[in-house]
């Protein structure tokens, strides 16, 4: 069996580390090699979960137990100069005893013999995210937190809308450490309403399940990507976009149906309008307003600030009385597809 480096043959400390978010006995080759190759193989915990994997393997490895740093440094030091001693490291890489060997190799480099990092796995790109899974699941769980554990879906609904209105605060400030937070708060969420799904007894599922129908919702909706569908550019993607919605909302009898009118009254009235508009429905609004000589973003918001001052004058609620509005023109565009269109 060849050796990994030219000083594998020299007395040498190996650090084998890995993960507790990949699956335990799915070591990379460097790690089988190594610990095929060491003279002894050490480990602090009697139930590292790899100890079944090893043993079966044929590795024997012994557990040293709880030792002080201080004392594991100089066992393995000794042991290191005589022969190629391999340490399995905990699930948290030991970084006391990382601190405490550097430490050691400052004050007598001379003497020190050779270390190698070698992992025997890493992190996928998204294994961060089990970890989240794990947390939600045992603050969940009987003995974790009373208060995440009595929350419902619809306790939970108005930290949905806070953490999404936070989020659009941190993208507008333009500060990066906010919008990692952010965007953390609102996968918790989604993570949090995934773990009360799981309970349900009627019609349970978890975040796999919810992370199984994006990808494949996304997958199906992208078929110049996973298909043989050719799109050349952002308006052709849009385009295709919206026949394959089309396509798989056509139990719909409105093109209103589906829009959420929980959403604030300013949003749900656009996408009213958007959706006549793209129907080719002929559907005008009621009122008239003057329009600016130049329309621009900043005319039009010129223009709401003007309308909300005008309802504030009097008295009214414009996020009432413009959802009440958008409602009255939602009825208006049901009646306009149901009146037959001439030619």
Known sequence: MSDLSPTAALPRLILLTGTHRVAPGLLSWPAWQVLREADQVLTGEAGHPQL????????????????????????????ARSGRVLWL????????????LAQASAADPEAFPVIEVVPGSWDLPGARV???VAVMDRLRSPGGCPWDAKQTHESLVRYLVEEAYELVDAIDSGDRAHLREELGDVLLQVVFHARVAEEDADDPFGIDDVAAGIVEKLMHRHPHVFGDVVAESAE????????????????????????????????LAAKLISRTRRGNLDVPVPGTIAAPDTVDASAVGD???TVTDLAAAHGIDPETALRAAALRHRDRIRAAESTPREG
């Open 89 to 100: 490291s905990a699930s948290d890489g030991d970084p006391e005893l990382g601190a405490a």
């Open 303 to 305: 223009l709401l600030l």
């Open 52 to 79: 079944p994997y090893l043993r079966e393997a044929g590795v024997d490895v012994t557990v040293v137990g709880e030792v002080p740093v201080g004392g594991l440094v100089r066992r393995l030091l000794a042991d």
């Open 130 to 132: 089990l970890d989240l």
């Open 236 to 267: 052709h993607v849009e385009r295709n976009w919206e026949e394959i919605k089309s396509a798989e909302k056509s139990e719909r009898e409105s093109v209103v149906d589906g829009i959420p009118l929980g959403q604030p009254a300013l949003s």
